[in-house]
């Protein structure tokens, strides 16, 4: 392991275009998986957070290590640093959006009982439990509301199939951390079929 080190801090004294590419795109993944380590964690995935928190902190002294050993003599290697800092945040919170961890609780509000029930049964035929709530709206008229517990991953699916039905409807999404009982497994078990 300490020849390892030994080579890769001569690599990175080499002054190459190689040596910053690798500071910019090893700091662009360590960037990366701390932003994924903090959204497992949120979500109570525990375990795989500290399994990326190893990976990013030996990347994360690998390379800090050495711009900060050098970066006086070598202010470009900071400059590729920071740049991956910044991009790397980006791309982590683009990473988790696309591979959408967890849990979502999207309400539905709609202005008719027809709307609300032909809104649950396709929800429903889809495999996504729902519950249905009459509500009151601004002027005292009735509205009725629609809520759903989802992976994120199937938020888009049953945000489509709302809109498919009632394009005015008032859809919000949030973020929910945990679900005990309900129709969140049959939901999935339907969809490995």
Known sequence: MTAFFEAFSTFLATGTIWVYLVIFFGKIVEVSLGTLRIVLINRGERLIGSLIALIEISLWLIIAGNVLSDYQSDPFKMLAYALA????????????????????????????????????????????????LAAQGRDDETRFMLISTLRRKLADEAIALVQGIAPNAVITVSDVKSQRSGYLRNATARRKR
């Not at 709307?115 to 249905?132: K, Y």
Request: charged share 20%.
């Open 85 to 132: 800092y910044a991009l790397g945040n980006y791309v982590g919170s683009w990473l988790e959006e696309r591979l959408a961890f967890g849990l979502c609780s999207m309400q539905t509000v709609v202005m008719d009982r027809e709307t609300s029930d032909a809104i649950s049964e396709a929800l429903r035929q889809n495999g996504f439990g729902v519950t249905e």
